[in-house]
């Protein structure tokens, strides 16, 4: 039988629905919303850069406009529908989904021993009965307060103490568990006091859940793509599942066209390009993304799907870059049209807009400047600020005849000459 193929702007328009982000933007004002649109997402990245938003905080906004950031520490700290820990990076989870982040705990121990034994000695084994101690009779505690006698040094983020190297293993292997948040810094207490007693699920039903609940919330992937989604199972075992779930026809090969017309083979649902084609057309609202949303998490599959590079460093050496660290990506419709360098300086109450840099080929006519800007006073008002205020020389627009990865390796020439 011939394999499926799945048009390129019917991929986009799947992609985005399956990460909420082809409907317009609606709801966010009450918890149950926010906890669903977490469980549709699968998780959502906690990240602690505020130059507009925290990157949690704005990748919920940008899909439920009502959201405001109490709700989605209400729903971790007080209702614990949702807890704290790791997929490719540490993210909110639902609680439902707790079973199967306990194989996570179980083949976290051994690995982490090992790392961190690698980069702070041994010396952090030592302390972990010490801190389980200290948090049974002292109740929940962050880093700070543990290894008061120990030597810290000045190496800010990544120079930990042995105690915060355990309390972060205690964590990570399941012992411990982030029960709140002060400002931004997490307090963790004894697991059993904020997860609730559910048995673990075996190795099989956590490589059969992740799998499938990875592929409905991509609608289309590698089992490559699979197994990194959740990062809970290996490779092998995500390959095992698509071949056994091939067999038994849950999952079918499809060839999914990239924006340049080449084709890639993955896996989806049968009746996955039916139901792709019967998709609306999306919107022409802009919206401006997190670098951390979950739909550019994958850097590479969002080149393919959309033609959009956004390897911050490739154009030029370090520590040069072409667009800063912490740009803004910006999606109209199915297109991601462009990049903002944009900064909340909420003393003076403004959103200042540093530079706009359109895709080559993105005209900024009257109608998308007016969306632009209509999204840019949106967030201005969820970041705190009373108005948008742009620098000179804002627009950056590429130069004619210039394309693709060439307009942007030349524009970076020209930028550092």
């Not at 966010?28 to 990240?47: T, W």
């Not at 906004?61 to 820990?85: I, K, N, Q, S």
């Not at 439902?96 to 000695?121: C, H, I, N, S, V």
Request: aromatic share 10%.
């Amino acid at each position: 039988m011939k394999t499926p193929v799945l048009p390129n702007a019917a991929a986009r328009r799947l992609f985005l629905d399956r990460h909420a982000l082809l409907d317009p933007p609606r709801g966010g004002q009450r918890p149950g919303e926010i906890a669903d649109l977490v469980h549709r997402l699968g998780f959502v990245q906690v990240d602690s850069i505020n130059t507009v938003a925290r990157a949690h905080d704005m990748i919920l906004w940008t899909r439920a406009p009502g959201y405001r950031p109490d709700r989605l520490r209400r729903l971790a700290d007080r209702d614990r529908v949702l807890f704290e820990h790791w997929t490719h990076d540490a993210s909110v989870i639902p609680m439902a989904f707790l079973p199967y982040w306990k194989l996570r705990f179980t083949r976290e121990a051994e690995r982490l021993r090992q790392k961190f034994r690698q980069w702070q000695g041994g010396g952090f084994e030592d302390k972990l009965d010490e801190v389980l101690d200290h948090i049974r009779g002292h109740g929940p505690c962050g880093t700070g307060a543990v290894g008061a006698d120990e030597a810290r040094g000045t190496g800010g983020w990544w120079d930990w103490h042995p105690s915060k190297t355990a309390i972060d293993y205690l964590w990570r292997t399941g012992r411990l568990a982030v029960t709140r948040r002060e400002g931004f810094a997490k307090l963790f207490d004894l697991a059993e006091r904020v997860y609730p007693p559910v048995a673990a699920a075996t190795p099989a039903e956590t490589a059969d859940w992740a799998c499938r609940a990875a592929l409905d919330r991509l609608g289309f992937a590698t089992s490559g793509e699979l197994a990194a989604f959740f990062a809970l199972v290996t490779p092998a075992e995500a390959r095992g599942w698509c071949d056994a779930a091939a067999r038994r026809g849950e999952i079918e090969a499809v060839e999914i066209e990239g924006a340049d017309g080449r084709l890639r083979r993955a896996w989806a649902r049968p009746g996955t390009v039916a139901g792709a084609a019967a998709l609306p057309q999306p919107g022409r609202r802009i919206r401006v993304l997190s670098p951390f949303d979950p739909a550019l998490r994958d850097r590479a599959r969002a080149e393919r799907l959309f033609g959009f590079s956004y390897r911050i460093e490739v154009f030029v050496p370090e520590p040069q870059r072409r667009y800063g660290y912490y740009v803004f990506p910006v999606l109209e419709g199915d297109r991601l049209i462009g990049r903002i360098d944009t900064r909340a300086r909420r003393g003076a109450g403004v959103l200042a807009v540093r530079a706009f840099w359109p895709e080559p080929g993105v005209a900024m006519g009257r109608g998308r400047a007016d969306r632009l800007a209509a999204e840019l006073d949106r967030l201005a008002r969820f970041a705190g600020c009373d108005r948008v205020e742009h620098d000179a020389g804002w627009l950056r627009l590429p130069l004619p005849g210039e394309t693709g990865q060439f307009a942007l390796a030349q524009a970076a020439r020209r930028h550092y000459r």
